[in-house]
């Protein structure tokens, strides 16, 4: 596998509750809002969110809110408060 098609830890992190469609969306998002995968990773894993109780995101997802998680991306990226 060359560097190019090398699979990204926080694309495997995304992969056990997300599908690929999701995924495209989510990575390059936290990524450019985190600044790094690393710190997207970690955004997604460790940051309480006030919205759902300060549940992280990986809480929410493991709890069946991936859903929910995703829309409330969108609705920060829409111009919504966080």
Not at 40 to 59: C, D, H, M, R, S
Request: glycine share 8%; net charge negative.
């Amino acid at each position: 596998m060359s560097s190019s098609e090398a699979i990204d830890p926080l694309d495997i992190v995304f992969s056990k509750y997300f599908n690929q469609e999701e995924i495209g969306y989510l990575s390059p998002l936290l990524v450019e809002w985190a600044g790094s995968q690393q710190e997207a990773k970690k955004w997604f894993q460790e940051k309480p969110i006030p919205a759902f109780g300060n549940k992280t995101g990986l809480n929410m997802c493991k709890t069946n809110q991936a859903k929910c998680f995703i829309e409330y991306l969108q609705a920060i990226e829409l111009g919504g408060f966080a």
